[in-house]
Structure formats: C-alpha cells, structure tokens
C-alpha cells in the first residue's frame, strides 16, 4: 500500500522547514517558500494567514515531530541504539544536502527575536528540545541510569548534536559528528553501569 500524497499545506510546511535550516528564518520568505514546495503562494497565505512567524512555527512543529517519531522508535532499543538513530539523522541531512543543511530547530532558536516578544516559533523551539530531551532522559531513566543524571545527558546529547551539525557545516566535514558520537556513546555507557 503506497503512502498518501502529501497535501499543499503539509508540502508547505515541509519546505518551509528545508529552507529555514538552509538559509536560516530571517533569509527565508514566503513567496520563496511557496515557490520551493511548489506551492500557489495564495494558498500559502490561505493555509498560514499569520504569515511567516506561523509557517515557522509549523516548520518547526513538523521537524520536531519528525525527529520525535524516530528517536521514539529507535529508543525503545536502548539509549545507545536511540543516540545512534539520532546522530545517522542528522548525518544524513548534513551529507545528502552537501553541508548546506542543518536543524530548522536550531535555526530558528539562534536568530535575534524583536525586542519584547517571544515569537511563536522561538516557543515552538523551545517545546521541541524540551520533547528531544525528555524522550532520551526517560529512555536513560528506563535502562538504570540516575533520574539528575538522566536530564543532564539528555540535555547534553541534544546540546552537542545540535552544535555538531552546525560545525560539520562549517567544516564541511563530517568529522565533528563522529567525534561527538564516539564521546556521548561513552557517556551514556558509564551512566549506564552506575
């Protein structure tokens, strides 16, 4: 049984997310985006009438479920087999793009906010990192590691992925990955045998 179409809004959403861990969401427009998803730009307005704070926002929503459904997936393997499914992700997404490509998430996270104000998709960012970290801690807690413990490692697995991909993408290397790879494996193995 083949999977669904995706819709106009969902294609939307997507490319919003490609081109927002490419170029950044202060670079990124709705009438480019529309044209990347290949899309009518009056349905992107139709589909996102807040513009583009709630087309990121979805963006980010999206890459966060994404990445979310995997990690769940590859978790219930351990912590170890979850970790590697998340480094292979970002991996992939680094690689296939030519390093041109990193997080949306984190994209969004590090551009300046006006003054004052929490835009949405900073929030949404925010809530994502937080759901990344509570899947591996929980996932850590369940295969004997300490519950303080579990949170620290989870933040930092997420914290050094995250920076990882952007200086594989500074690098145009893959190095970076494999290093932190082989360091947060041994974290978690030691957390494990406490």
Same mark, same amino acid.
């Given at each position: 049984?083949?999977?669904?179409?995706?819709?106009?809004?969902?294609?939307?959403?997507?490319?919003?997310?490609?081109? *927002?861990?490419?170029?950044?969401?202060?670079?990124?427009? *709705?009438?480019?985006?529309?044209?990347?998803?290949?899309?009518?730009?009056?349905?992107?307005?139709?589909?996102?009438?807040?513009?583009?704070?709630?087309?990121?926002?979805?963006?980010?929503?999206?890459?966060?479920?994404? $990445?979310?459904?995997?990690?769940?997936?590859?978790?219930?393997?351990?912590?170890?087999?979850?970790?590697?499914?998340?480094?292979?992700?970002?991996?992939?997404?680094? $690689?296939?793009?030519?390093?041109?490509?990193?997080?949306? $998430?984190?994209?969004?996270?590090?551009?300046?906010?006006? $003054?004052?104000?929490?835009?949405?998709?900073?929030?949404?960012?925010?809530?994502?990192?937080?759901?990344?970290?509570?899947?591996?801690?929980?996932?850590?807690?369940?295969?004997?590691?300490?519950?303080?413990?579990?949170?620290?490692?989870?933040?930092?697995?997420?914290?050094?992925?995250?920076?990882?991909?952007?200086?594989?993408?500074?690098?145009?290397? *893959?190095?970076?990955?494999?290093?932190?790879?082989?360091?947060?494996?041994?974290? *978690?193995?030691?957390?494990?045998?406490?």
């Amino acid at each position: 049984m083949s999977k669904p179409s995706p819709t106009a809004r969902e294609r939307i959403v997507a490319g919003a997310a490609d081109m *927002i861990s490419r170029r950044g969401l202060n670079a990124t427009s *709705i009438r480019e985006t529309a044209r990347h998803a290949r899309a009518p730009l009056g349905s992107t307005y139709h589909y996102f009438p807040e513009g583009k704070q709630q087309l990121a926002t979805e963006a980010v929503r999206h890459t966060g479920q994404w $990445v979310a459904r995997s990690l769940r997936k590859e978790l219930e393997a351990g912590p170890v087999a979850g970790l590697r499914a998340f480094l292979a992700l970002w991996r992939t997404i680094v $690689v296939d793009s030519d390093f041109r490509a990193g997080c949306p $998430v984190l994209a969004v996270s590090i551009e300046e906010p006006p $003054v004052d104000e929490t835009p949405t998709a900073l929030a949404a960012a925010a809530d994502v990192f937080t759901e990344w970290e509570g899947l591996l801690a929980a996932s850590l807690r369940e295969h004997g590691a300490e519950p303080g413990r579990a949170a620290q490692l989870a933040t930092l697995v997420v914290a050094a992925v995250e920076g990882t991909v952007a200086m594989c993408r500074a690098k145009r290397s *893959i190095q970076p990955l494999d290093h932190t790879a082989e360091q947060l494996q041994a974290l *978690i193995r030691t957390a494990l045998k406490d």
